[in-house]
C-alpha cells in the first residue's frame, strides 16, 4: 500500500534552517507529481510546495516563496524540503502525499520554531 514516512523536524531558532525528508512506498513515485503539507497548532492543513514528477517544475505557496527548496531524488523514492530563513510561523507538523491523489496520511514530522 502507499506509504509516507516523513522526517527531519525539530526544534529550531528563527532564522535558523531544516531540512525534511519524505521517504515513498507502494507507488510507482517517478510518475506522480509530489507535494509538502503542514498543519499548523488549531489550524486546517495547507499545501506548502509541490514538485511535479521529474522535478522540473515546482510551486510554493506565498508564505514560503524564497525561503524553502523543494526537490526530489526518485531513484531513491524520496522528496525533500530545505527550509531556510524559519519563522515562528512555520511551526507545524509536516507532511507529504501526492496532490492528484491523495494517499493515507503519514506521521508527519513536527517543526517547531521557537527561541
Known amino acids: 500500500q502507499v506509504q509516507f514516512v516523513e522526517s527531519g523536524g525539530g526544534l529550531v531558532q528563527p532564522g535558523g534552517s531544516l531540512s525534511l525528508s519524505c521517504v515513498a512506498s507502494?507507488?510507482?513515485?517517478?510518475?506522480?507529481?509530489m507535494a509538502w503539507y503542514r498543519q499548523p497548532p488549531g489550524k486546517e492543513r495547507e499545501v506548502v510546495a509541490s514538485?511535479?514528477?521529474?522535478?522540473?517544475?515546482?510551486t510554493y505557496s506565498d508564505s514560503v516563496k524564497g525561503r524553502f527548496t523543494i526537490f526530489r531524488d526518485n531513484a531513491k523514492n524520496t522528496m525533500y524540503l530545505q527550509m531556510n530563513r524559519l519563522k515562528r510561523e512555520d511551526t507545524a507538523v509536516y507532511y507529504c502525499?501526492?496532490?492528484?491523489?491523495?494517499?493515507?496520511w503519514g506521521q508527519g514530522t513536527q517543526v517547531t520554531v521557537s527561541s
Open positions: 502525499n501526492r496532490p492528484n491523489a491523495i494517499a493515507s
Open positions: 514538485i511535479s514528477a521529474s522535478g522540473s517544475t515546482t
Open positions: 507502494g507507488f510507482r513515485f517517478s510518475t506522480y507529481w
